[in-house]
């Protein structure tokens, strides 16, 4: 059975219950993807009960979309119990490198809590990684770095697996990196795409310890995913309704016969 695959069918089989405290814009689309991919979502943002939801949640995913200061403090009190349980936490960056909020909080969170998983645009990760960096509201501008370069750098500083998405996207753990390339130009054309793979990955990371390769995996999946989706559709609308149908119907051949997926040397 190939691997990849392997993982996709324990996290079918397991149900994992992964718990957001996410984006107002994209939190719908979270919710679904999760669900289609096979595990359980649950959106749970006030501060009197996200310690009591992470504590029975197997990964929990953090996304500043939509930030405030109270829902920091929401994130960092589920996150800390998160760690307590050994429970994945991932934090999509979302804007990073914008406004000043948003690159303070984040730095916040990571000085506060263990992240496992850190991911975002190379404008937003390169911000992080402290190297020079663009951003258009969440549309990255680029950095002076490359994505793996990049991701390596975020990966040691921040003692994460650091995931950068892109034409081709980058998860490394500073030892192991991986690259995937895929995915289809359509799959920017819609909101909610990259929140949406925060929440893959998240399912991912609650059933294979090795956070790197559940992130690298997570990405050969909705990219496969995104790919044969495109294809059957005529545009952005039609096509968001067949990456759901794609998403919960892939298998171990069209794994198989499709990721484009290496490991590298940085």
């Not at 996304?63 to 929401?74: A, E, H, M, Y």
């Not at 003692?159 to 081709?168: D, N, Q």
Request: hydrophobic share 45%; aromatic share 4%; net charge positive.
């Amino acid at each position: 059975m190939d691997e990849i695959y392997a993982v996709l069918e324990k996290l079918k089989a397991s149900k994992p219950l992964v718990h957001h405290i996410t984006n107002w814009v994209t939190i719908y689309d979270c919710a679904n993807v999760t669900r289609v991919l096979g595990a359980l979502p649950v959106m749970a943002h006030a501060e009197e009960e996200v310690e009591e939801m992470a504590s029975s949640s197997q990964a929990l995913v953090l996304n500043i979309g939509t930030l405030t200061p109270d829902l920091v403090d929401s994130m960092i009190s589920a996150a800390k119990k998160a760690n307590a349980k050994g429970a994945p936490v991932i934090v999509d960056a979302v804007g990073v490198g914008s406004t000043s909020l948003r690159t303070d909080k984040t730095k916040e969170i990571l000085a506060k809590v263990h992240v496992d998983i850190l991911k975002g645009n190379l404008g937003e990760m390169g911000t992080l990684a402290g190297v020079k960096a663009r951003m258009r509201g969440v549309e990255s501008g680029g950095a002076e770095a490359d994505a793996k370069a990049v991701a390596s750098a975020v990966a040691a500083k921040y003692k994460t697996v650091a995931v950068v998405t892109g034409k081709e996207s980058v998860a490394s753990d500073g030892k192991s990196t991986y690259v995937v390339s895929n995915g289809h130009a359509m799959m920017g054309s819609v909101v909610g795409t990259g929140c949406m793979l925060a929440s893959v990955i998240a399912a991912f990371a609650a059933v294979e310890n090795d956070h790197a390769k559940a992130a690298a995996y997570a990405m050969v999946c909705f990219g496969i995913a995104g790919q044969l989706a495109a294809a059957d559709s005529k545009g952005p609308g039609s096509f968001k309704e067949n990456f759901y149908d794609e998403i919960y119907s892939l298998d171990g051949k069209k794994i198989a016969k499709l990721k484009k997926i290496k490991k590298v040397k940085v």
